[in-house]
């Protein structure tokens, strides 16, 4: 014990001098967003789409980079993001560029007499637009809940308009198929910028927001080709009076103003979409179905301007029921309750508020939100359309989390 006392550096590892190097920021893979895979098939064929996106970081998280790709079958429908951010100093600043292809158009059926026959035809007309644009991006954190958010963007805009008809006989074979090309709107060019102030103070669980709030205000003018400018309020709050259910809750307005917001040759906004109003997709329209009442057909849901709320009481599943450990109990199942409405309009076609044609649209039920192992987000959903021809229960499925 005496030697051990007169011996204070017996036992340490001997003294090495280490080399020190500049710190070299070297780009890994952090993780893979959430993959999504969709396959379809039916008399007319079959239907292929996909997306998968990649996130690198380096070891102190001073950059980031992020490249996305989706398809939807064909070359045309496939497009891409890449994006890069340098957040080693206060003064953040970044990079974009993308290539996003989208497609709206009407769909018709019915029967028709060629070369003496009865057949019957199938019309679908596509219009395609290309948006590619590059982006330069500031940000300024105030906190770590809240920053403001400064982007200049130049976009360039081009179209395809076609139209394939199917041609069938009265048992179901099909005689031909006919792709029509037709002359598109000029190409746009336009510069924008635009000034967002973001807050995220949420608690985020397996599938979606939990407890928390989190908004973004946003004002972007658009001139070029074309001048208008966009408004985006974005709002949203999780409240869990009694634990595990929580009281989700979002208001939402998007839209294009000025003199130009209303062009035709700007894709309209969709309020169907399943992160909307839920039981509106418009791969579920029918041509019997927008037959029967116009004023409820898909019209009603495209627009240049649109307000979203939804509501919803959320819990987990097995959680709830008392069925293993934990939060989420056995597996990170989310059950929820939702109301949601929308309503979507143009400068021409008002609401009904001020004295135009245009309703709300509103669906209720129940949903199903499922992690997969931290790989992918799925929600089915079992939910009831009120707004619509044929607002019968209907499943919807998709790779989403919860708002």
């Known amino acids: 014990m005496r030697a051990l006392k007169d011996n204070p550096t017996f036992g340490l590892p001997f003294e090495l001098d280490y080399k020190v190097v500049p710190y070299k920021p070297k780009l890994m893979l952090d993780y893979v967003g959430q993959p999504y895979l969709a396959v379809g098939a039916s008399r007319f064929g079959t239907y292929l789409s996909g997306g998968v996106s990649l996130f690198w970081s380096d ?8 490249t996305a790709i989706q398809a939807n079958g064909e070359l045309r429908d496939v497009g891409g993001t890449v994006s890069f951010l ?3 100093k206060r003064w953040n600043w970044g990079v974009a560029a993308q290539h996003i292809p989208y497609m709206t158009g009407s769909f018709n059926s019915g029967y028709a007499i060629i070369d003496s026959s009865i057949v019957y035809v199938e019309d679908e007309y596509q219009i395609y637009q290309f948006s590619n644009s590059i982006s330069g991006i500031w940000e300024y954190p105030f906190s770590r809940a809240q920053r403001i958010e400064v982007n200049g963007t130049f976009d360039y805009i081009s179209f395809k308009e076609l139209e394939n008809i199917d041609v069938y006989d009265l048992s179901g074979v099909e005689l031909f198929r006919r792709t029509e090309h037709y002359p598109a709107p000029k190409p746009l060019a336009m510069a924008s910028a635009s000034v967002a102030l973001v807050y995220d103070q949420t608690f985020f669980g397996a599938t979606s927001p939990l407890l928390g709030k989190r908004y973004r205000f946003e004002f972007s003018p658009s001139v070029g080709s074309l001048n208008y400018y966009t408004l985006l309020g974005d709002y949203r709050e999780y409240f869990m009076p009694v634990k595990p259910f929580t009281i989700a809750f979002r208001m939402m307005h998007y839209g294009r103003y000025g003199k130009n917001g209303d062009d035709p040759r700007l894709s309209p906004l969709y309020l169907g979409y399943q992160s909307f109003v839920r039981g509106y997709d418009y791969n579920s329209f029918s041509a019997e179905e927008m037959a029967k009442d116009s004023t409820k057909g898909l019209a009603q849901l495209y627009g240049t301007r649109m307000a979203v709320a939804n509501i919803e009481l959320r819990f987990p599943l097995f959680g709830a029921l008392g069925i293993g450990k934990g939060f989420y109990g056995i597996f990170p199942i989310e059950s929820a309750i939702f109301f949601d409405t929308g309503l979507s309009w143009t400068k021409k076609d008002k609401p009904w508020f001020w004295k135009g044609n245009r309703k709300l649209v509103r669906s ?28 019968k229960w209907r499943f919807q499925f998709g790779f989403i989390a919860g708002f």
């Not at 070891?59 to 992020?66: G, W």
């Not at 939100?369 to 009120?386: H, S």
């Open 59 to 66: 070891m102190l998280n001073d950059y980031d980079l992020a």
């Open 86 to 88: 340098n957040r080693k």
């Open 364 to 391: 209720a039920g129940l949903a199903l939100r499922v992690n997969i192992n931290g790989y992918f987000l799925a929600e089915m959903d079992y939910v009831k359309p009120f707004d619509r021809p044929d607002n």
